[in-house]
C-alpha cells in the first residue's frame, strides 16, 4: 500500500496535463495509466483553442508541439444549399490565430514526455479494476504486471475517458451518427482556414494539418460501414457533392475509420474524495471543436484549485467552488454543441432559411462574432 495526495487515474492528454500544471507544488502526484507507454500511433486530429495552447504554453509542452501544428487563422462557416455563412479570423479578434490542428499522437507523445519531468510518479502498464472512498480517503486497486496492489490518496481524479462509467452514473445522448476521419488533399491550398459545413446528415469539418486538410465527416450510423467501404474515388465524389467547391478540387483521401458520436455527461461522485474530468466527466459530439478544449480547462482549474486549498485540506473540503465553475462551462459546450447538432442536422425548410439568417446576422454583427470567437477560444464563461 502507498499513499499520495493525488492518484489520477489516466495519464492520457487531460490528466497529463492535471499532472504537469502541478509540478512544483509539493504535492505527491501517482499517474495510473494502463498503457505500456505513453505514446498513441493515432492521426486523428484535434482543434486545439487559443485558449488550449496558452495552457500548453505555460506547462511546458507547446515549444515542442508547436512544430507538428497547424494555425487556423480563419474559420467558415455555412450550411448547404442555403444561404447565410459566417467567418470568424484571428486579425479581427486580436489574436495571432484562433487555434492550431495537431494529431491526436503527436500531442500524446509531447504531453507524456513533459509528464514524465514533471516530478510525478508516472505508473505505465497499471490497470485500474476498483475506485473507492472513505471519510479518510481514496482508494484505487490495480493491477500491475501479475501483482494486485492498493494506493490510497486525499483525493483520487478520474482522466481515463469514462470507458468503465456504469449507466446509472452518466446521462447519454445518442445522435444516431458517427464521424468518419481521415485527411483529404484539396486542389487549393489550405492557406490556414478551416471550415465547418452543416448538411441535413451533420457536420462536416474541414481542418488544416500540414499540407492537407483532416476531415470529420458526420454520417448516420446506419452508412457509416459503406462510406468506409467506397472507393477512394467514390468517396472524395461523394465528398465533393457534400461539402461543394469552395476549396476546389478533392484530389485525395488517407485511410479512414470512424466512431460514434454522443452527449454523455457524467453524474457526481457524491464523494470529495473522487472527481471526473475531461472524457471521464464529459463527452461531447465534434461539432465546433469544444470536447478537448474542455477537458483540458478542466486541468487547469482543477490546478489551481488544489494549490489553493492546504495540504491537509484536499480531499476532505468540498470542492464547491471548482465543481460549480466547471459545471458551468461544462453545461455551456454541451449546450451549444447539442443545439448546434441538432438546429443543423435535419432538411426542415422553416429551420434550413432560419439557420441561413442566423448565420448572415451573425457575419454583420461583428460585436456578436466577437462573443461567439471568444467563447470558441476561451470557453462559455468567457466574456
Known amino acids: 500500500m502507498e499513499h499520495v495526495d493525488i492518484a489520477l487515474v489516466g495519464g492520457g492528454p487531460v490528466g497529463a496535463t492535471l499532472a504537469c500544471a502541478l509540478e512544483g507544488s509539493g504535492l505527491s502526484v501517482a499517474v495510473l495509466e494502463a498503457k505500456e507507454k505513453l505514446e498513441a500511433p493515432d492521426p486523428r486530429a484535434l482543434a486545439l483553442s487559443e485558449g488550449c495552447r496558452l495552457i500548453l504554453d505555460r506547462i511546458g509542452v507547446w515549444a515542442a508541439l508547436a512544430p507538428r501544428t497547424a494555425a487556423i487563422e480563419t474559420i467558415h462557416v455555412s450550411q448547404r444549399g442555403g444561404l447565410g455563412r459566417v467567418q470568424l479570423s484571428a486579425q479581427e ?3 495571432a490565430a484562433l487555434g492550431h490542428v495537431a494529431e491526436y499522437g503527436d500531442l500524446y507523445a509531447a504531453l507524456g514526455a513533459r509528464m514524465l519531468d514533471s516530478g510525478a510518479t508516472v505508473l505505465t502498464g497499471a490497470r485500474v479494476t476498483e475506485v473507492g472512498a472513505t471519510s479518510g480517503y481514496g482508494l484505487v486497486r490495480y493491477t500491475r504486471g501479475d501483482a494486485e496492489r492498493l494506493i490510497t490518496a486525499s483525493l483520487v481524479v478520474l482522466s481515463e475517458g469514462g470507458k468503465a462509467l456504469p449507466p446509472a452514473l452518466r446521462r447519454d445522448k445518442e445522435y444516431g451518427q458517427s464521424a468518419v476521419v481521415c485527411t483529404v488533399r484539396t486542389q487549393r491550398p489550405h492557406n490556414r482556414r478551416a471550415y465547418e459545413r452543416f448538411t441535413a446528415d451533420g457536420p462536416i469539418a474541414l481542418l488544416p494539418l500540414h499540407d492537407d486538410y483532416a476531415l470529420v465527416w458526420t454520417t448516420p450510423s446506419a452508412q457509416v460501414e459503406t462510406r468506409l467501404a467506397l472507393s477512394e474515388a467514390e468517396f472524395l465524389a461523394q465528398l465533393q457533392a457534400a461539402f461543394g467547391d469552395r476549396q476546389g478540387r478533392f484530389l485525395a483521401a488517407g ?10 455527461l457524467a453524474q457526481d461522485s457524491g464523494s470529495p474524495r473522487v472527481l471526473r474530468i475531461g472524457n471521464a466527466a464529459h463527452v461531447l459530439h465534434p461539432v465546433a471543436g469544444q470536447g478537448f478544449n474542455l477537458g483540458v480547462r478542466d486541468a487547469w482549474k482543477l490546478a489551481e484549485a488544489l494549490l489553493d486549498l492546504p495540504r491537509e485540506r484536499i480531499g476532505a473540503t468540498p470542492m464547491q467552488a471548482f465543481q460549480r465553475q466547471r459545471r458551468m462551462d461544462i453545461a455551456g459546450g454541451s449546450l451549444m454543441t447539442d443545439l ?19 448565420l448572415a446576422a451573425l457575419d454583420l454583427l461583428p460585436p456578436l462574432k466577437g462573443l461567439f470567437a471568444r467563447k470558441m477560444m476561451f470557453g462559455s464563461q468567457s466574456w
Open 93 to 95: 479578434c486580436g489574436v
Open 255 to 264: 485511410p479512414r475509420a470512424a466512431f460514434p458520436l454522443k452527449l454523455s
Open 340 to 358: 448546434l447538432v441538432e438546429g443543423f442536422s435535419n432538411a426542415n425548410p422553416l429551420l434550413h432559411h432560419a439557420r441561413g439568417a442566423a
